[in-house]
């Protein structure tokens, strides 16, 4: 069998990783003093398992937010403070996962990496942690964390947080530390402080690392570009996104002119945007960057704009296959090339859609590979590069077809774990995903793959209540089968769908296709499933979006699939009926009648639904009314969606009949009238009618049969076995053998009180049934003797060649 797009099964570490996270007491911990998680004595964890733990920290903080039964373990993080237990070597986190006192909590630890990105929340004093980390750190990242160089106020302590903040935490806000120093730091080669505030005198602060060969300063202002010069013997990477650009930088900075900037192999002097940057690119710049920097293998120019024409003319790179020998490039800077480069960004300019361009991974807007390499190089550090990636990415899934379907996917995911508070990739990010998980590729994925964009899905729901983000995210989520493939998060995806439909007053379009998701969730899944939605308020929540509707006096989609919904989580499930009826349901019941007379498919869903409450005994007796009953025994002349409405009042009544006379306290309408109108009724309906209803179970229908007090109510129940099986005899015939079906028809035929009519319908489905089941069986064995005899012949036919060699 082929594979499938994102097939791969997760690695041993990675389950064993998961799996003791979510159960820290099961396997290496136990509760301390205080409720306080303690590592277990006997218990020593190497480098390679403490760093797997720790960077999968992401997905432990997911499971707090996602998994109903998972609780937050305060102080994970101490849990490897002592080096004697645990060994920590490397830590890579983003956005709000690490806090102050979580690094110095692995203080004492030896880290060789420490990659924190966008980290808002530590201040200062995460500084002091970092000094710990001197003699070992070779790789450190402090990108977008703004924070991290000031001194923060003093604020109320959230809860949880320890009362041991120092002095310093109490000076006024954005108060620069201006005692840090990266003295000490002698084994530091890569450090990428992308971001750093402005008020940082980035010279002072580098000026103690003269060993660097790799160094990040996207978006830094430099006010003396010359200070680069340190490294011109060491540095092997240079990144310069969004850096205000001269020709001295250029010429001073990079030295290309003296030929002393030789090490250089990644330079990055790409921008955002064309229109925010002064300086321009000139082909002689670029040529004089590509001859100075002879070992170069990776170069970004995106963003920028050239002054001059630096292609060949269009006659000329019309010629040949497109190649990537630089000598045949059509940028003519990059015929000085001495080999192809691994890696050109050229992304937002115009030398992306030329021919020949020497370098085997090149980012732009030409086609499906740029786009997708554009996503891949900028979606960690460049969101603002990633967005317009994926939205020109939305436009060929949407247009034309992906044909990287499962490396798009996972860019696109990666994006949206990356930048969860990123609101322009969140929208452009689920809309994206729409396109890529509709029918056209759905046989190409695997389930774990559709998992994943479902669980980003719901991050982006949770995270965001704004509309565009929320109503591209519902619509991806139809996208699959519903409930089987969203079961896995079954709760949640109900929690996040009921908190959407909360407000007053929604965006049209989400409350409708809200309400659908909510309808196909609940159908066809168990009573505990049903159950446990009822309990979140789905009931309520439902019958609130009715009360809505009828204010307005509209009946809509979200008005039929509200009572759909209702009609579905009450199947068989009597906390959820006598919900219904505590939240007034009857009630708004007769003003959708009232206001909506001619809606057929509203008053099968209403019906369906009292029929679910009518099949609960202990209910029955509320809708035991005179005017419940009189319209009941209106709505069975009913033509309203062929008979399901007749249908469905009929066994309504014939629940409250089962019950008896004696419990019949009402005047009008009389008992006796209201039988004869069911018995014309059902001799009025079509026994071939295909209908428009799905039993999971026959058993509140089973139950009117072996009983005297209603004939009525047996003929009704007997009906409508009768139509199932005579119409549906594969789906049907099946479950009423099941459920015992059988043998309570053969006591109808025993009853003297059963009516002739009765009888007769009991004695078909008797014959017909054990018919259909014969038929089945000799199919079957049918089948099975074909395919021995078939296999049998293979056999003596191998066997027979095997003899003659």
């Not at 707090?64 to 080096?83: A, M």
């Not at 680069?228 to 990477?237: M, T, V």
């Not at 307005?552 to 979200?558: F, K, L, P, S, T």
């Not at 033509?639 to 019949?664: F, Q, R, T």
């Amino acid at each position: 069998m082929a594979t499938k797009a994102g097939d791969d099964p997760d690695s041993l570490m990675a389950l064993c990783t998961v799996f003791c996270l979510k159960n820290l007491r099961r396997t290496m911990c136990y509760t301390g003093d205080q409720n306080k998680l303690c590592l277990r004595p006997d218990v020593f964890l190497p480098s390679e398992i403490c760093d797997k733990l720790l960077s999968e920290f992401p997905r432990y903080m997911e499971l707090v937010h996602t998994d109903s039964d998972f609780e937050l373990q305060d102080g994970f993080f101490q849990l490897f403070c002592d080096p004697c237990s645990t060994r920590l070597t490397q830590l890579h986190l983003r956005e709000d996962f690490v806090r102050d006192k979580d690094l110095e909590a692995i203080a004492k630890q030896d880290l060789i990496e420490l990659h924190l990105t966008s980290c808002t929340s530590l201040s200062a004093r995460s500084l002091r942690t970092l000094s710990c980390f001197r003699h070992s750190l070779v790789s450190l990242s402090l990108f977008g964390c703004t924070n991290v160089f000031f001194h923060r106020a003093r604020v109320p302590l959230a809860c949880g947080e320890d009362e041991d903040e120092d002095e310093e935490d109490q000076l006024p806000r954005h108060t620069l530390a201006s005692d840090f120093t990266f003295q000490g730091f002698g084994r530091l080669r890569l450090l990428n402080v992308g971001g750093l505030a402005a008020e940082v005198d980035v010279e002072t602060l580098l000026k103690p690392l003269p060993a660097l060969t790799s160094l990040d300063l996207s978006a830094v202002h430099l006010p003396r570009p010359a200070f680069l010069a340190q490294w011109r013997d060491r540095l092997g990477s240079l990144v310069l996104y969004n850096v205000d650009l001269s020709e001295e930088l250029i010429r001073t900075g990079l030295h290309y002119s003296e030929g002393l900037f030789l090490v250089p192999r990644h330079l990055d002097i790409s921008r955002e945007s064309q229109r925010s940057s002064k300086f321009k690119m000139t082909r002689k710049i670029l040529t004089a960057v590509v001859q100075g920097l002879g070992n170069l293998v990776s170069l970004d120019i995106s963003g920028h704009i050239m002054l001059d024409n630096c292609t060949v003319p269009h006659f000329e790179e019309a010629m040949g296959r497109p190649s990537m020998e630089p000598c045949k490039s059509s940028i003519y800077p990059f015929q000085e090339l001495k080999r192809p480069l691994q890696f050109l960004g050229l992304y937002n300019t115009t030398l992306c859609n030329v021919t020949h361009i020497p370098a085997y991974k090149v980012t732009g807007s030409k086609n499906e590979d740029q786009v997708l390499n554009a996503i891949e190089a900028y979606r960690e550090y460049r969101p603002e590069l990633a967005h317009r990636a994926i939205n020109q990415l939305f436009d060929i899934a949407r247009i034309q077809h992906c044909n990287q379907l499962l490396r798009a996917l996972q860019l696109v995911i990666g994006a949206l774990k990356c930048h969860k508070y990123d609101k322009s990739i969140q929208v452009t990010g689920s809309a994206a995903l729409f396109y890529l998980t509709n029918t056209e590729y759905r046989n190409d994925q695997s389930v774990r793959l559709r998992r994943e964009v479902i669980e980003v899905v719901l991050n982006g729901m949770e995270q965001y209540q704004e509309v565009t983000v929320q109503r591209n995210c519902c619509l991806t989520l139809c996208n699959f089968n519903i409930p089987e493939e969203l079961e896995f998060q079954y709760h949640r995806v109900n929690m996040l769908l009921l908190k959407i439909l909360e407000p007053a007053r929604q965006d049209e379009s989400i409350q409708r296709i809200a309400v659908h998701l909510c309808n196909a969730l609940v159908c066809q899944v168990d009573n505990d499933h049903k159950e446990a939605v009822g309990k979140m308020g789905f009931v309520k929540t439902m019958l609130n979006l009715i009360q809505k509707k009828l204010q307005d006096r509209m009946c809509d989609q979200v008005m039929e699939f509200s009572w759909s919904a209702l009609w579905n989580i009450t199947d068989e499930t009597p906390d959820n009926c006598q919900m219904f009826l505590n939240c007034s349901g009857m009630d708004l019941f007769l003003e959708c009648l009232q206001e909506f007379p001619d809606k057929q498919e509203l008053h099968r869903n209403m019906l369906g639904l009292l029929g679910n409450v009518a099949e609960v005994k202990a209910l029955r007796p509320q809708l035991l009314t005179s005017q419940f009953i009189t319209v009941f025994s209106n709505l069975l002349d009913s033509k309203a969606d062929g008979i399901e409405v007749s249908y469905n009042a009929c066994g309504v009544l014939s629940h409250i009949m089962y019950d008896g006379p004696e419990v019949w306290a009402l005047g009008e309408p009389d008992r006796v009238q209201v039988m004869d109108k069911m018995w014309d009724a059902i001799q009025s309906w079509d026994v071939s009618s295909r209908r428009n209803i799905n039993y999971r179970s026959f058993e509140p229908i089973l139950r009117l049969l072996p009983q005297s007090i209603s004939p009525v109510s047996q003929h009704w129940a007997t009906w409508a076995l009768y139509n199932l099986v005579s119409v549906y005899p594969n789906k049907y015939c099946p479950l009423l053998v099941k459920e015992g079906g059988i043998g309570l028809l053969e006591k109808v035929l025993e009853l003297e009180s059963s009516q002739r009519e009765t009888k007769d319908m009991a004695r078909y489905m008797d014959v017909h049934t054990d018919a259909h089941i014969c038929t089945d069986m000799y199919t079957c064995t049918h089948a099975c003797m074909y395919a021995r005899a078939h296999a049998c012949t293979v056999v003596l036919k191998i066997i027979a060649v095997c003899l003659k060699t």
